[in-house]
């Protein structure tokens, strides 16, 4: 390359100028991930954008250890690329923490190598260097250690249900949150201890792991948005240390898409983001009342024929998917069974919760894979007006969103939860492979109400035999 190309490449016009596109790249990936119909192309824009970023953070002069750079995009490309392309959508959610979570591994390590290079933040650091450098380095450890308990949740390494210490729990969160904080502000005043800032990074992991565990699965939709806030907060504080305009807006975008989801999806719980870290809420599922802990009560089965009749006959379905969906990967399957009554003349739609499922916008994902118009799928507040003139409530895998419990039982602990009310409608046909509760550990007394049938068995095939009938009928 000739010394001219090297002056321009290395411009810092010529540089700022990459930003500012792939800024605006960024902002407009973000625009693309509002609706199915455009998310693939707003990835592409996105990946676009942080490729030019990337360019322009290495432009500079003076960058070196090229051989490193270049191992550690081959590594990470070696990894990720498989990794994105062969994970199922059943396991879409641990990814999502999984990635984070490495996400937050890279900022704690970038701001202990910052502490290493500038000797323990020596009297040449700015202030602002050391205090931003330490923030980035206790909420990327946090977001690592957290993601990663929420992976092994997810992916059934560790329980779902709820892991604490008891009385024990908060107090524990308390002091190892103030020796973080502690260790960060004698870092900051000019200890150059590394041990110091290690133990910094070993609370601020215990604290992320003991912040995780003792949430339970009803509570990780939220859970893995608020990581992921952290993540882009922890980013964003690491570019202001390191001078780097692409972390700075890619964090501040991720970190506040984060915080906004996670209120939203807070809200719709109905429970605050406070209850929701202090954990203690939802796991496992357990035996319901249908098993044996209620005998007078008792439910309506049903079979696939006659389920079929009473769709064929129907003027508007409401399919209302949840994790039992998921787990199934019936999503095809219910595609399919839309085809065949719309071909009959009946109306269908799906009604979304948003927090069905184990991650923001789960069954949105799911469905948008097998090509379920995006029109078809209707938010809470708008598809529960249509409840009361809906024929048949097809409830596929979801348990703790259909729960009447919300509004009837003030001493249940979803009380006050904004649900699906799919009681509204005249008939409901609900799909489980047993009377086990959902991730909230409640039962439900929607199984049990005279308009109710159970349709037990493993959901894509219990899907499929409907279709079969329906093509016989």
């Keep these: 390359m000739t010394p001219l190309a090297t002056s321009f490449l290395q411009n810092q016009n ?43 953070t290495l432009l500079p002069p003076g960058i070196g250890n090229w051989g490193l750079i270049a191992l550690g995009v081959a590594v990470g490309t070696a990894v990720g690329i498989p990794a994105a392309r062969n994970v199922k959508m059943t396991q879409m959610p641990q990814m999502v923490a999984l990635f984070n979570g490495v996400g937050g591994g890279a900022v704690f390590l970038i701001a202990w190598a910052e502490f290493r290079n500038s000797g323990g933040f020596g009297a040449g650091t700015p202030t602002y260097v050391a205090i931003f450098s330490l ?3 206790i909420v990327g450890s946090v977001s690592f250690w957290g993601s990663n308990i929420a992976f092994g949740k997810l992916q059934g390494l560790l329980p779902g249900r709820p892991i604490t210490l008891g009385g024990a729990q908060q107090p524990l969160n308390f002091v190892l949150g103030i ?37 339970g699965g009803a509570d990780m939709p939220v859970v893995i948005s608020l990581l992921n806030a952290f993540t882009g907060l922890s980013a964003a504080a690491t570019g202001i240390a390191l001078n780097n305009p692409a ?30 870290i202090a954990g203690g809420f939802g796991g496992e599922v357990a035996l319901g009342a249908g098993d044996g802990a209620d005998g007078d009560r008792s439910v309506r089965s049903t079979s696939p024929a006659d389920a079929a ?21 019936a999503q095809h399957t219910v595609r399919e069974l839309q085809r065949a ?10 009604a979304i919760h948003p927090v069905a499922g184990r991650m923001p916008g789960h069954m949105n ?11 078809q799928l209707k938010e809470m507040d708008d598809i529960n007006p249509e409840f009361q003139r809906t024929d048949v409530a097809l409830v596929i895998g979801a348990n703790d969103v259909t729960n009447p419990a919300a509004n009837t039982q003030p001493d249940s602990p979803i009380y006050g939860m904004p649900i699906l009310e799919v009681s509204n409608a005249r008939s409901v046909i609900v799909l489980k492979r047993s009377m086990n509760t959902g991730f909230a550990g409640v039962d439900n007394p929607l199984f049990y109400d005279e308009k109710t049938q ?14 079969e009938e329906l093509k016989g009928l």
């Design 309 to 329: 009749i009473q769709l064929a006959y129907a003027r508007l379905v409401v399919v209302v998917p949840g994790y039992g969906m998921a787990v199934a990967q």
């Design 365 to 375: 994902v799911l469905l948008a894979e097998a090509d379920v118009p995006y029109e």
């Design 454 to 467: 159970l349709l037990f068995g493993d959901a894509k095939s219990s899907v499929g035999e409907v279709v």
């Design 135 to 137: 923030f980035a380095a």
């Design 179 to 215: 020796l973080t904080i502690a260790a960060a502000v004698d870092s900051a005043a000019g200890a150059h201890s590394e041990a110091i800032f290690i133990g910094m990074l070993v609370c601020a992991a215990l604290l992320g792991n003991f912040v995780v565990l003792p949430i």
């Design 341 to 350: 009554l719309e071909a009959r003349g009946v109306e269908v739609e799906y």
């Design 14 to 56: 010529f540089i700022d100028a990459l930003y500012i596109v792939a800024f605006g790249l960024f902002v407009l990936g973000l625009m693309g991930l509002t609706g199915p119909g455009t998310a693939v192309r707003g990835n592409r824009v996105a990946a676009v954008g942080m490729g030019l970023a990337v360019i322009a």
């Design 247 to 276: 972390m700075i807006v890619a964090g501040m975008i991720v970190g506040a898409s984060g915080s906004i989801l996670t209120n939203l999806m807070a809200t719709a719980m109905n429970r605050s983001i406070l209850a929701i």
